[in-house]
């Protein structure tokens, strides 16, 4: 067998090497080389930061820290990454941008990292739950932002009573009993109690609204009753005026018969009393010596000068007696309360008997 010189050898293998064919056989074999280096060594990653989208070749095993920093990404206290592989090649890395916010619950404060959400979110990963009354200081539907202090306090109803005082009221009356311009007091008045239940609202250490439920008198006031003098006012509340019409000057223009110097007391029986015969009490009745004048005798009484004035009386009780001094007082004029009674003392009256009674009266 012949061998060929070494020399010849050597030549042909020089030129093989440089020949079209080897030349692409060798780039061949320099791409399949980096192809498989890229697949097996390198990965591509989509990074997703909120709307921004990035792509990297970054080698198999990179940190996502270093995938980030490879790309100028920085993150925030309260970020966080999620990684996602999608294929042999590929894969996806998204940043989830966190915030902090603060929540105060009925005065108790606690600081949360939170995904990017709304204040009702906050609310629900607490567990807390607000009804129509409840305040908050934010609405749930808000897009909560980094810092965001939210404020919640939740409405609290109680329920309490409470004593006070019903003030009494005054009234003044027009009355002759006293000189004109003068004031006197005829019944004091006097406070009453109540006890009042109330149905509060609360915000935290706040009373935010309070409502009346009921209330319950445990007193009644007692009315101040005030006379202002008048001179010509009538003290009665009866009213003949038509039937008994009066003069200029405050005297009856038809009446059955007339007495001067005649002595009047006064006198009270409380609410409710009756006279001997038979109706109620009231300003305006009176009592008299039966025998001179009958039970539903109508009478108009006043003093000579006009300034005291009593006015119609009907006669329906028993009363008048004999003074010490041999005097007969002939009326007993009523009042509504003590004190009136006791300012109308003994009084010297002009009598006018309008209507004689016989005996009963009308009521």
Avoid at 52 to 74: F, N
Avoid at 347 to 357: A, D, N
């Amino acid at each position: 067998m012949n061998k060929k010189p070494f020399g010849s050898r050597l030549r042909s293998l020089f030129r093989m090497l440089r020949s079209r064919k080897f030349a692409v056989a060798l780039m061949a074999t320099v791409v399949a080389g980096a192809i498989f280096t890229v697949t097996y060594a390198c990965e591509i990653l989509y990074v997703v930061d909120g709307s921004d989208t990035s792509v990297a070749l970054v080698r198999r095993g990179a940190s996502d820290e270093e995938v980030l920093e490879q790309l100028g990404i920085t993150l925030g206290r309260f970020d966080t990454i999620e990684r996602e592989a999608v294929g042999n090649l590929y894969g996806q890395l998204s940043v989830v941008r966190g915030l902090s916010a603060t929540l105060i619950v009925d005065g108790v404060s606690n600081t949360y990292s939170f995904k990017n959400g709304t204040v009702g979110d906050l609310l629900a990963t607490q567990n807390v739950t607000l009804s129509a009354e409840d305040y908050c200081s934010a609405a749930e539907s808000r897009i909560l932002s980094d810092g965001d202090v939210i404020t919640v306090n939740h409405i609290e109803r109680r329920q309490v009573t409470e004593t006070v005082t019903v003030p009494y009221e005054t009234a003044y009356k027009s009355s002759s009993l006293i000189p004109t311009g003068r004031e006197r007091v005829v019944t004091a008045g006097e406070n009453g109690t109540a006890v009042n239940t109330y149905e509060e609202l609360w915000n935290g250490g706040e009373r935010v609204s309070r409502t009346l439920i009921s209330s319950r008198e445990t007193k009644a006031p007692v009315d101040q009753l005030i006379l202002r003098g008048q001179a010509g006012v009538p003290v009665s509340r009866i009213d003949w005026s038509e039937e008994f019409p009066l003069d200029e000057n405050g005297v009856p223009i038809n009446y059955a018969e007339h007495y001067s110097n005649r002595l009047a007391t006064g006198y009270s029986a409380g609410e409710n009393a009756y006279g001997a015969g038979g109706s109620f009490c009231y300003n305006g009745t009176v009592a008299v010596h039966t025998n001179m004048y009958p039970y539903g005798t109508k009478l108009y009484i006043r003093s000579t000068d006009g300034r005291f004035v009593y006015g119609y009386a009907l006669a329906n009780d028993t009363g008048g007696l004999k003074m010490p001094d041999g005097r007969l007082i002939d009326f007993d004029l009523y009042y509504e309360t003590f004190r009136e009674s006791a300012l109308n003392g003994l009084r010297t009256v002009e009598v006018y008997v309008l209507e004689w009674g016989d005996g009963r009266v009308y009521r």
